[in-house]
């Protein structure tokens, strides 16, 4: 009777052994696992990736660039960041552009928003556009500035002041060169809207 029971508590000892290893096997090491997935480690390397992102966006930018021609042209930023789809474009905002023509006034445009290219230098402002040069002051929603066309193209709700008189137009042309201006309505059949403020001597 008693060698009976002891092969039977045999018995029952191994299958605890068995039980005990077979749970070690299959769960304790499964939630092993889910702990290192959320490890220190795993952790400073999420950070390293959003630090990589971050370093993507650039503070206080300033870009100088000269043509043939002892031109300058200046811009800069509050921010800017440089665009997925383009390397060579960079996202800008809170922009301030200053053409400095060789022997002749400068060129002054301010923007909420703007377009790098820093390849060719060419830069499209967009949002509360403002160029201010001379007398001359032209707002608009949107400039392109070309450089290979020596072009400053302005366009959407363009109004121009030069002090005694205001235009509302279509679209504004500024030549680079010669600054020579250029305000027209898109389609021919429409008429620039010029408003004189004269003053009188009671004034």
């Known amino acids: 009777m008693n060698v009976k029971i002891a092969i039977q508590f045999l018995i029952l000892l191994i299958l605890l052994v068995f039980l005990f290893f077979f749970i070690k096997n299959s769960f304790l090491s499964e939630n092993q696992n889910v702990i290192d997935l959320t490890s220190d480690k795993n952790i400073r390397t999420s950070e390293l990736d959003l630090k990589e992102n971050i370093s993507n966006i650039i503070e206080n930018l300033n870009y100088k660039s000269f043509d043939g021609r002892g031109n300058e042209y ?15 474009i960079i996202i800008l ?14 060129i002054n445009i301010n923007a909420d928003f703007a377009k790098y290219n820093s390849k060719n230098f060419d830069t499209l402002f967009n949002n ?8 001359h002051l032209l707002e608009s929603e949107y400039l392109d500035l070309s450089f290979e066309k020596n072009l400053v193209s302005i366009y959407e709700n363009v109004r121009y002041l030069n002090g005694i ?12 060169l010669n600054k020579k201006t250029k305000i027209f309505m898109e389609k021919s059949y429409k008429k620039v809207q010029i408003n004189n403020n004269i003053k ?4």
């Open 74 to 88: 200046i811009l800069t930023a509050d921010f800017g960041e440089i665009s997925d789809e383009n390397e060579d």
């Open 93 to 106: 905002k809170k922009v301030n552009g200053i053409i400095k023509l060789k022997n002749k006034s400068h």
């Open 128 to 135: 509360s556009v403002t160029v201010n040069y001379g007398d």
């Open 165 to 176: 008189s205001s235009l509302i137009a279509d679209r504004a042309e500024i030549d680079i």
């Open 200 to 203: 009188n001597g009671n004034n």
